[in-house]
């Protein structure tokens, strides 16, 4: 939801601006939907994976708890004085 090329047909935005892109394992970094393959769980699951094995149900799920725990440790961080 936070893509700024959301729902459009053409990136305007490039990949290499958004802030997602330092959760993205460097092997995918030039990947089109980089973002898709960031790991979610601590099994490496990404949107591109659950989809690939025909598990779209567990996409928002998985992305609700990364989003909570990436949150929180934030946070945690931010506390800390990190």
Do not use: Y
């Amino acid at each position: 939801m936070s893509c700024p090329n959301l729902g459009l047909e053409e990136k305007r935005t490039p990949c290499a601006h958004c802030w997602l892109m330092e959760f993205v394992p460097l092997q995918f970094r030039n990947s089109n939907d980089p973002c898709r393959f960031i790991p979610l769980n601590e099994r490496g699951d990404s949107i591109d994976s659950l989809e690939a094995a025909g598990q779209r149900e567990k996409v928002a799920a998985a992305l609700l708890g990364w989003l909570r725990a990436t949150i929180a440790r934030l946070e945690a961080e931010v506390a800390a004085g990190k």
